[in-house]
């Protein structure tokens, strides 16, 4: 403890003698109560310049402390030590995570580039005790000038990041009637262009269906939906690629959507009209045998014949070189004839 009182005596010092432009990002209401966050602050292993700066943000990336750091060449170090406050960004005091602590991300602004940097190990997030008396869910305060990090350093590198990301709150979504709607939320978005989403019949290989503009930068939520009315047959898989203005994009996590086809035992036919490909849903009582496939126009000749292996319940037919018309798809299977509409666009 002797150290680390040494070391925020010579911080704060020095922080009486320089003072720094602090970033606008790092801006900050102090409240009744704080924990103090002191440790030695590198970048890439070198220790980083008076003028830089650590920010402490909640998990509404609601910034709850910042301090500039102060590089002292007697003893070749950079420090800081900054109060962290009691904050919620969505108003009435609510606790932000699991009951007994409350995450921090710890984000240094450096000022050489002028960039954001998080510091790639376990010292953040870091978790703060903090009080509720009567156990009613609700934060009454941190217990004041207490110190969470001390006597460490905090090694800081690239790539860069943001104070304030796209923070997706949840990404679903259900099939209904041939179609399936995808649903969103943000907490938060900064420079977010737009969605695109991007839909995979393998989990493995995504194909672009379609593009939800962003709201820029906004604090607070929005909802977003996309109708994909043209799934697969069995299961899809969709994920999100958010794109910021600059192209930096990242993608959401994956959800996967089962789209049945036609009860009754009889075959579907997906899309309907369709140009390219086709694809048949067949009852799960043919599933035992191979299949004869068929597509003929409307006097009866056949301009595609397909083998289905037994135990696939998806056949995918090419379309390429066929007219656009009206024709019938049939399984046979059999003495068993299943038929059903097709429109080649």
């Given at each position: 403890m002797l150290r680390t009182a040494f070391i925020l005596m010579i911080i704060f010092a020095f922080s009486v003698s320089v003072s720094w432009a602090q970033p606008a990002e790092f801006a900050?209401?102090?409240?009744?109560?704080?924990?103090?966050?002191?440790?030695?602050i590198q970048f890439g292993g070198v220790p980083a310049q008076t003028g830089d700066w650590i920010g402490a943000f909640d998990f509404?990336?609601?910034?709850?402390?910042?301090?500039?750091?102060i590089y002292n060449g007697t003893f070749g170090?950079?420090?800081?030590a900054l109060n962290v406050y009691a904050k919620d960004g969505f108003g009435g005091g609510e606790i932000d995570c699991t009951p007994g602590c409350e995450?921090?991300?710890l984000i240094y602004w450096r000022m050489a580039d002028g960039l954001f940097y998080q510091v790639p190990n376990a010292s953040s997030p870091v978790s703060i005790p903090y009080v509720d008396g009567n156990n009613d869910g609700f934060i009454d305060g941190y217990s004041t000038f207490q110190a969470i990090l001390s006597g460490v350093t905090l090694?800081?590198?690239?790539?860069p990041t943001s104070v304030l990301p796209v923070e997706l709150l949840y990404f679903t979504g259900r099939a209904k009637d041939s179609e399936v709607t995808l649903q969103w939320a943000t907490a938060t978005e900064l420079d977010n262009s737009h969605f695109e989403v991007e839909r995979s019949a393998d989990g493995r290989e995504y194909e672009f269906i379609g593009k939800v503009q962003g709201a820029g930068t906004h604090q607070g939520l929005l909802e977003y939906d996309f109708t994909d009315d043209q799934p697969h047959l069995g299961l899809n898989y969709y994920r999100l690629?958010?794109?910021?203005?600059?192209?930096?994009?990242?993608?959401?996590?994956?959800?996967?959507?089962?789209?049945e086809g036609k009860a009754g035992g009889g075959i579907s036919v997906f899309p309907n009209p369709a140009s390219n490909q086709v694809e048949v849903g067949?009852?799960?009582?043919?599933?035992?045998q191979a299949l004869d496939i068929t597509i003929r126009d409307l006097s009866g000749k056949i301009v595609l014949r397909h083998r289905q292996p037994a135990g696939q319940r998806i056949a995918q037919l090419p379309l390429e070189g066929i007219p656009s018309g009206y024709y019938t798809v049939n399984v046979q299977a059999g003495s068993r004839l299943l038929t059903e509409k097709l429109i080649v666009e």
């Open positions: 900050y209401s102090s409240s009744g109560s704080s924990y103090i966050f002191s440790s030695r509404d990336y609601n910034c709850a402390g910042a301090a500039q750091v170090i950079a420090l800081t995450p921090f991300t090694n800081f590198n690239g790539p690629r958010q794109v910021d203005f600059d192209g930096a994009f990242e993608y959401s996590n994956v959800v996967a959507i089962e789209v067949l009852p799960a009582q043919l599933l035992d």
